[in-house]
């Protein structure tokens, strides 16, 4: 997969969610990349744009990772 390759799916506010979301997809099929900007890695945080993690799927990934993320929103919002 070349970045050229990537569009995002989403941006979530804090790595660890976002690493859930990435697991997801995994479980799906769907091959999938987190972006945050570098001091957010290093310093943990969910505040403003440090905690912002980009996930990135293939073109050709997206629309079925659009409908899991409305599934996977769906029943987080349920609980």
């Known amino acids: 997969m070349t970045e050229s390759n990537l569009e995002l799916l989403t941006e979530i506010q804090g790595r660890w969610q976002a690493d859930i979301i990435k697991g997801y997809l995994a479980l799906h099929g769907i091959d999938s990349h ?15 744009v440090f905690g912002r993690v980009g996930i990135f799927v293939a073109i ?20």
């Open 34 to 48: 987190l972006v945050q900007e570098a001091i957010g890695q290093l310093i943990p945080t969910n505040l403003d």
């Open 60 to 79: 050709e990934d997206l629309e079925p990772a659009l409908k899991l993320m409305e599934t996977y929103f769906n029943n987080t919002e349920a609980e």
